[in-house]
């Protein structure tokens, strides 16, 4: 039988024992102990012959070896039929099937490894310049303007069919922007439902942006003195 007779490349006395198994073609059932005992010692005697460093667990189960072959050469005494002996093939059978189920399973895992180096990773990138500011002014924060917009919203829901006003003209964020600064500056104060006379969804769109923007370029004032109250939108002095 011909050995490669590098040790290294076992992971114990039971690595070794598979090896030689799949090397005599045979099933782990049928592993005859005489048998496997013979090339594992004749496996260990090379090496040693090799001057190779032979760990000491792989002596020890040279040691289990010899002492079950010779457990089962010499005539076994009559067991009372209360009594059980553990069978150590059968022992010895368990151990490398566990053995071997680790064994898949960690290929298994290696598997996983090398198809996961397959795939590249992007670092995160930094999207803080597109941070929304949640703090509109010292008064209220963009949460509250939200759930205003947000009730509106549902107020005009309840209340269809609307009396709308018919209209082709377009608006734009700095129109409508200029627009409720005007109406502020006359009115010095007016209520957030107010600025939503008109109930297309467009409009709608572009009169909340815009009193968005006014907050955020801190020219208009946002005020709710308590909560749930209404929101008020007045100059800032």
Do not use: W
């Not at 020890?60 to 076994?76: D, N, Q, T």
């Not at 006014?214 to 007045?234: D, R, S």
């Amino acid at each position: 039988m011909d050995y490669c007779f590098t040790i290294d490349k076992f992971f114990g006395p039971l690595d070794l024992l598979l090896h030689l198994i799949k090397q005599s073609n045979i099933d782990i059932y049928d592993i005859k102990i005489e048998e496997i005992t013979n090339q594992y010692l004749d496996y260990i005697k090379k090496m040693e012959d090799l001057n190779l460093n032979i760990a000491s667990s792989y002596l020890v189960m040279a040691a289990e070896l010899i002492e079950m072959k010779a457990s089962m050469l010499l005539p076994k005494p009559e067991i009372e039929s209360d009594e059980y002996e553990e069978d150590p093939k059968e022992k010895l059978i368990q151990r490398l099937i566990e053995y071997q189920n680790y064994k898949d399973v960690i290929s298994k895992f290696h598997e996983l490894e090398i198809e996961r180096q397959q795939y590249y990773t992007k670092q995160a990138s930094d999207i803080s310049e597109y941070d929304i500011e949640t703090k509109l002014n010292d008064d209220i924060e963009l949460t509250d303007l939200l759930k205003a917009f947000e009730k509106f919203l549902q107020k005009k829901e309840d209340m269809k069919p609307l009396n709308t006003k018919i209209t082709t003209k377009e608006y734009s964020i700095t129109k409508r922007s200029k627009e409720i600064k005007n109406i502020i500056k006359n009115k010095k104060q007016i209520n957030f439902n107010d600025l939503f006379e008109i109930r297309t969804k467009s409009y709608i769109v572009v009169t909340f942006l815009s009193i968005l923007v006014l907050a955020k370029n801190n020219e208009i004032k946002i005020v709710q003195e308590n909560n749930f109250e209404n929101i008020l939108l007045c100059e800032v002095t």
